[in-house]
């Protein structure tokens, strides 16, 4: 709209890109010293709680996909494989086994006495009862307690910074070669602060650098759909749907360096 309208009547706003993939997810606290989501069992558990229903009610007003692959349908390396979809008694008996009872109030624990409680940050919403909300009353069904706390988008990005919390929500909006994300799911991205939810795996910082080296355009295809596979099997987030984002500047714009990438929520370190 304000491309159409060459914003407000002064000509100076031009489209860099159009369009941009993305999608929204809930982002999990990976870090073993911060949060319980450290252990892989609850992070699976918990993607079994995704409020598909809801967030397949919500598409009749606004068209959405329901995201089942870390790139989007717009990147070369989208998987369409079609998962099954989640569900709660898969994540009751997941907890079960991880050694998290139901307790007497209805909440989990384990062995250690540890209570099964999230803190959960998201943005302020437009409706009292949003995917959030659905995904909270999803995980109370089968003893997670969580605490969901509205706040406003920079600061649910700056609890994800800090690694304050257990689950953020927030949209992301990607490169369409997925050598973009590696920062996002490998440990230069730890280093580099951008790998907010503290995941780490050796195969996926592995196959990231052999995507990065891969001329052959079927087997390099083939190692970022295993990096797919890979991370989808660790949750180390949950995404929800996908999205397409429209990035412009402002023609005035001069000498300065911004994200070719289309991210919205800041820059990513050392990339221009």
Same mark, same amino acid.
């Given at each position: 709209?304000? =491309?159409?309208?060459?914003?407000?009547?002064?000509?100076?706003?031009?489209?860099? #890109?159009?369009?941009?993939?993305?999608?929204?997810?809930?982002?999990?606290?990976?870090?073993? &010293?911060?949060?319980?989501?450290?252990?892989?069992?609850?992070?699976?558990?918990?993607?079994?709680?995704?409020?598909?229903?809801?967030? %397949?009610? %919500?598409?009749? =007003?606004?068209?959405?996909? $329901? #995201?089942?692959?870390?790139?989007?349908?717009?990147?070369?390396?989208?998987?369409?494989?079609?998962?099954?979809?989640?569900?709660?008694?898969?994540?009751?008996?997941?907890?079960?086994?991880?050694?998290?009872?139901?307790?007497?109030?209805?909440?989990?624990?384990?062995?250690?006495?540890?209570?099964?409680?999230?803190?959960?940050?998201?943005?302020?919403?437009?409706?009292?009862?949003?995917?959030?909300?659905?995904?909270?009353?999803?995980?109370?069904?089968?003893?997670?307690?969580?605490?969901?706390?509205?706040?406003?988008?920079?600061?649910?990005?700056?609890?994800?910074?800090?690694?304050?919390?257990?689950?953020?929500?927030?949209?992301?909006?990607?490169?369409?070669?997925?050598?973009?994300?590696?920062?996002?799911?490998?440990?230069? &991205?730890? %280093? &580099?602060?951008?790998?907010?939810?503290?995941?780490?795996?050796?195969?996926?910082?592995?196959?990231?650098?052999?995507?990065?080296?891969?001329?052959?355009?079927?087997?390099?295809?083939?190692?970022?759909?295993?990096?797919?596979?890979?991370? %989808?099997?660790?949750?180390?987030?949950?995404?929800?749907?996908?999205?397409?984002?429209?990035?412009?500047?402002?023609?005035?714009?001069?000498?300065? &360096?911004?994200? =070719? $990438?289309?991210?919205?929520?800041?820059?990513?370190?050392?990339?221009?």
């Amino acid at each position: 709209y304000l =491309l159409r309208r060459s914003a407000f009547g002064d000509g100076n706003l031009r489209a860099l #890109a159009s369009p941009v993939a993305s999608f929204r997810a809930f982002w999990f606290n990976c870090n073993p &010293g911060k949060s319980l989501l450290a252990d892989e069992q609850i992070r699976m558990a918990l993607a079994e709680a995704l409020p598909w229903e809801f967030l %397949q009610a %919500q598409r009749k =007003l606004r068209v959405e996909r $329901l #995201a089942t692959s870390l790139w989007p349908p717009q990147s070369w390396a989208f998987n369409q494989s079609v998962e099954p979809l989640p569900r709660l008694e898969r994540a009751e008996s997941i907890l079960e086994a991880a050694g998290w009872s139901l307790g007497p109030e209805g909440i989990r624990r384990d062995a250690k006495g540890r209570v099964l409680r999230l803190s959960f940050y998201s943005a302020l919403g437009y409706s009292h009862r949003d995917s959030a909300q659905a995904f909270c009353d999803a995980l109370r069904k089968v003893g997670v307690a969580v605490d969901l706390n509205r706040i406003t988008i920079d600061e649910v990005l700056s609890k994800a910074a800090r690694g304050d919390g257990d689950i953020w929500e927030f949209g992301w909006t990607t490169g369409l070669d997925p050598a973009s994300e590696s920062p996002l799911f490998t440990s230069e &991205g730890i %280093q &580099g602060g951008t790998n907010i939810t503290g995941y780490h795996s050796a195969e996926v910082d592995r196959l990231f650098e052999a995507g990065r080296h891969e001329l052959d355009p079927v087997r390099r295809r083939n190692i970022y759909v295993k990096i797919n596979d890979r991370i %989808q099997q660790d949750q180390p987030l949950l995404e929800l749907t996908y999205g397409v984002g429209y990035l412009a500047v402002d023609r005035r714009l001069r000498g300065v &360096g911004f994200n =070719l $990438l289309g991210q919205t929520y800041g820059y990513v370190p050392g990339r221009r």
